[in-house]
């Protein structure tokens, strides 16, 4: 596994991505799009249809295919997944993509062996009263992650602490066995910063469809018999339609807005990641990760590239 620790690096903002001019009244798709192959079936014809018009910015049309989508297959997931997250910014007056609220809960104790008359140990450890957090959002319907990657990215931050924290802790577990499938411990800092780990290609890879727990455990003092932990879901999906789209389409920011229509939200941090250590000069890029970050509540936290 590795990871990567950026020091003091967020800005204001809501995460956003700018959608361009979007024509003020939706093109209705009332027959079945006439270049995609006929062999294939009609839900899968609009699928590639919308994820097509993605990559076009074409934003309004491509809602109206995922909604013929569900209709050709209704209570798909796939093409749930991308209205909800098209709806929202096809409105009138809006011109912005927007992260969804749900995500992993914030630092939570991880016992209750807490010696009487001492103070909330999340005070102690975070004195300004911020906390780590995932900056990957979770969905909103059933609170997982979602990802293609059989060997996914994590990505966390971690605020200033007190004192340095002497470890760090992260693990991953199958739902299903249930067992315990990655596990890995490393130093802290006392200094704000982010944390991605990686689960190595040289691990098994995760299948689809399963959940996968996994757990960010923070240990602010080695006396204590107790620690604060982040914990989350991640599921991996595979979606034919969209691989098929992803295969057409090479500029990075046009993948990472693909993978945010459907909800994968692992991929697009990634990616925007990568994006900011290959163009640490784009100013683009730049200001996505800064509003990434303020999503999630990290707004007062100086910013620096990774």
């Given at each position: 596994m590795k990871y990567q620790l950026w020091l003091h690096f967020l800005f204001t903002g809501c995460f956003c991505l700018p959608l361009g001019l979007i024509p003020p009244t939706p093109v209705l798709a009332t027959h079945q799009p006439d270049h995609v192959v006929k062999s294939i079936s009609t839900y899968d014809q609009y699928m590639q249809v919308g994820y097509a018009k993605i990559a076009q910015r074409e934003y309004r049309q491509a809602l109206v295919y995922f909604q013929q989508a569900l209709a050709a297959r209704p209570g798909d997931r796939q093409a749930a997944e991308a209205i909800r997250n098209l709806e929202a910014y096809t409105q009138p007056g809006s011109n912005v993509i927007i992260f969804p609220e749900g995500r992993p809960s914030r630092t939570v104790g991880g016992g209750s062996r807490v010696p009487e008359?001492?103070?909330?140990?999340?005070?102690?450890?975070?004195?300004?009263?911020?906390?780590?957090?995932?900056?990957?959002?979770?969905?909103?319907?059933?609170?997982?992650?979602?990802?293609?990657?059989?060997?996914?990215?994590?990505?966390?931050?971690?605020?200033?602490?007190?004192?340095?924290?002497?470890?760090?802790?992260?693990?991953?577990?199958?739902?299903q066995i249930p067992q315990n499938l990655y596990r890995k411990t490393f130093e802290g800092g006392a200094k704000a910063g982010i944390v991605s780990i990686k689960i190595p290609t040289s691990e098994a890879p995760l299948t689809a469809d399963r959940a996968y727990t996994w757990?960010?455990?923070?240990?602010?003092?080695?006396?204590?018999?107790?620690?604060?932990?982040?914990?989350?879901?991640?599921?991996?999906?595979?979606?034919?339609?969209?691989?098929?789209?992803?295969?057409?389409?090479?500029?990075?920011?046009?993948?990472?807005?693909?993978?945010?229509?459907?909800?994968?939200?692992?991929?697009?941090?990634?990616?925007?990641?990568?994006l900011r250590r290959q163009r640490p000069h784009d100013s683009q890029i730049n200001q996505y990760w800064v509003e990434l970050l303020a999503s999630v509540g990290l707004a007062k936290a100086p910013s620096e590239s990774p």
């Open positions: 008359g001492t103070t909330n140990k999340e005070e102690k450890c975070f004195p300004d009263e911020q906390f780590p957090v995932s900056l990957i959002p979770a969905n909103e319907q059933d609170g997982k992650q979602r990802t293609t990657s059989e060997h996914p990215q994590f990505w966390f931050y971690i605020p200033e602490t007190t004192t340095a924290i002497p470890r760090l802790e992260f693990l991953l577990r199958d739902d757990k960010l455990s923070i240990i602010c003092d080695s006396s204590s018999p107790i620690d604060l932990y982040l914990k989350g879901k991640i599921e991996v999906v595979k979606d034919p339609n969209l691989y098929s789209q992803m295969q057409q389409t090479t500029e990075p920011l046009d993948q990472a807005m693909l993978y945010a229509t459907a909800g994968l939200w692992e991929n697009f941090v990634s990616i925007l990641a990568d």
